[in-house]
């Protein structure tokens, strides 16, 4: 079922591009990995166990890490009431809503479609947003479940989990000659496969953030095009960005780990080069782009303002 979204073929484009280029790389990288450790088994079954849990367990993983908890219209009806209004006005799936229990104002969404989805928010977020604010977020979220841009990161982010498990999995193995003494050609192996496992990582990090970027930017676009007020959402990103900057980066840690799926990441500013490796554009130029939404949507309606 197609949702009344905004549809984004510039963002469907780059997700195509994306799941291509890392599929060139998993098949070299799969490659590499049989060649060097001899046991093409051993390899598919780490490949497939990593990808089978993240993409039909994501949104279970990212809720416990998050410390989420699925709530009833019963306990938040407020928040069941804006998506249930977003979700009609959208014609889309009711996702399964959450709340975390964290001070940090944020939230997000998962799942591998959009009849299997979670939307979170924090108590945080709850606390601090008006009710106008709080819609725009929610919508941000939701078009990230219409798009699917949510399962596509899901799957993309699955070939740096599994460099990092071969990396893991070297370290205890046989491969490094168990408590005996390792030989020169023991060592090689290790050797090469950790320097595959990094350069794969690597690879995949910059192409995951290039596109989550982007998904950002169109998120920002369906949402604001949706409610048709853009400037709630750059109010609650203004507050949002705020907040998070003055909250102690040690109470961040556990949630840097998930920010490409979060409505505004996890840290302070990003001056410099570091923006090009972060996994949302700058509060700058989502400000910007509402700012000529607005004006868009300003332009459109004064003619029938006229009439």
């Known amino acids: 079922m197609q949702s009344r979204f905004r549809s984004d073929r510039r963002l469907t484009v780059r997700m195509g591009v994306t799941l291509f280029l890392l599929g060139l790389l998993y098949v070299a990288f799969v490659a590499a990995l049989i060649v060097l450790l001899k046991s093409w088994v051993l390899v598919v079954v780490i490949a497939a166990a990593a990808l089978a849990a993240q ?54 969404a998962t799942g591998r479609n959009p009849d299997h989805a979670v939307v979170c928010v924090t108590t945080g977020l709850l606390r601090r947003l008006e009710p106008a604010e709080l819609e725009g977020v929610l919508a941000h979220e939701l078009s990230h479940v219409a798009h699917k841009d949510v399962a596509v990161i899901t799957v993309a982010s699955f070939l740096g989990v599994v460099a990092g498990l071969v990396v893991r999995f070297a370290f205890y193995s046989e491969l490094l000659g168990g408590r005996g003494r390792k030989d020169q050609n023991t060592l090689a192996v290790f050797a090469m496969v950790m320097g595959v496992s990094a350069a794969v990582y690597a690879i995949s990090f910059l192409l995951i953030r290039a596109l989550s970027r982007y998904r950002e930017l169109a998120a920002d676009r369906a949402a604001a095009l949706l409610t048709g007020r ?21 109470d961040l840690r556990t949630a840097q780990a998930f920010n490409a ?12 080069i570091s923006r090009f490796f972060s996994t949302h554009p700058s509060l700058e130029q989502r400000l910007a782009q509402l700012g000529r939404i607005s004006a868009e949507l300003g332009e459109a309606a004064a003619p029938g303002k006229a009439g």
Request: hydrophobic share 45%.
């Open 55 to 108: 993409y039909w367990f994501s949104d279970r993983i990212a809720l416990f890490a998050m410390h989420g908890r699925v709530v009833e219209p019963e306990e938040y009806p407020q928040l069941h009431a804006v998506v249930d209004r977003l979700c009609a006005l959208a014609d889309m799936p009711k996702p399964v809503v959450a709340v975390s229990n964290m001070d940090m104002p944020n939230a997000f």
């Open 261 to 272: 799926f979060y409505f505004t990441p996890a840290l302070g500013s990003e001056p410099g």
């Open 230 to 250: 853009p400037s709630a959402l750059a109010a609650a990103l203004t507050k949002v960005t705020g907040d998070i900057a003055r909250i102690p980066s040690e």
